[in-house]
């Protein structure tokens, strides 16, 4: 087989905190191949309260795959739109190209893609929210609320988008706990991981 053929293709889980934009960047980079962000936006994070009622945005239209506090429904469909536009052109090239996504149901949509490897990341969720506070400078009470509203996030856009439960381990072939192994010992992981795959042969699952 060609050497395009063996091009790595990795796809990222990871619940909030769990340093998942840092790990995937870094293996697409490490690996030379091209990286496709999240699905859901950083904006996310700093959904109103009024957006955690069962009537508020997160409420209502959490099964949309985007979640803006205070946008409307044609805002909505339109970016979910676009992030499928997104998905498919990237996915057009991971044949060729290889490559890192990072949520987006990666995990279901390359299911049956040869030598593709799926990683959940995890950990702690005290430590995710310690890491969450650290890095955006925020009190502990608002990094565990955005933890709660991203994981939520994450869980509904997967069930309404494939109709599968995204914390099923059985999807997966590595889960990783960042917060107990740090996150230059879970990049080393996937790494390792995805070499392993790549070098299986075309019939291995």
Do not use: C, K, N
């Amino acid at each position: 087989m060609s050497a395009a053929g063996r091009r790595p293709i990795v796809t990222v889980a990871a619940e909030h905190g769990a340093a998942g934009d840092v790990v995937a960047a870094r293996v697409a980079d490490a690996l030379g191949v091209p990286f496709l962000d999240r699905a859901l936006p950083a904006s996310l994070a700093a959904a109103s309260e009024e957006s955690e009622r069962p009537s508020g945005v997160v409420g209502s239209l959490a099964r949309a795959s985007t979640i803006f506090a205070g946008e409307p429904v044609e805002r909505l469909d339109l970016d979910e739109g676009q992030m499928r536009a997104d998905l498919a052109e990237f996915l057009a090239r991971t044949s060729t190209d290889g490559g890192v996504i990072l949520g987006r149901g990666g995990m279901l949509v390359l299911a049956d893609a040869p030598r593709a490897l799926h990683v959940l990341l995890t950990g702690d969720r005290q430590g995710r929210v310690e890491r969450v506070a650290e890095r955006e400078g925020i009190d502990s009470e608002e990094a565990d609320r955005r933890v709660r509203v991203h994981d939520r996030a994450r869980r509904e856009y997967v069930r309404r988008a494939f109709g599968v439960d995204p914390d099923d381990r059985a999807l997966y072939h590595l889960i990783v706990d960042t917060v107990a192994l740090g996150v230059e010992a879970s990049i080393e992981l996937v790494l390792t991981a995805s070499r392993a795959r790549t070098r299986q042969p075309p019939t291995a699952s």
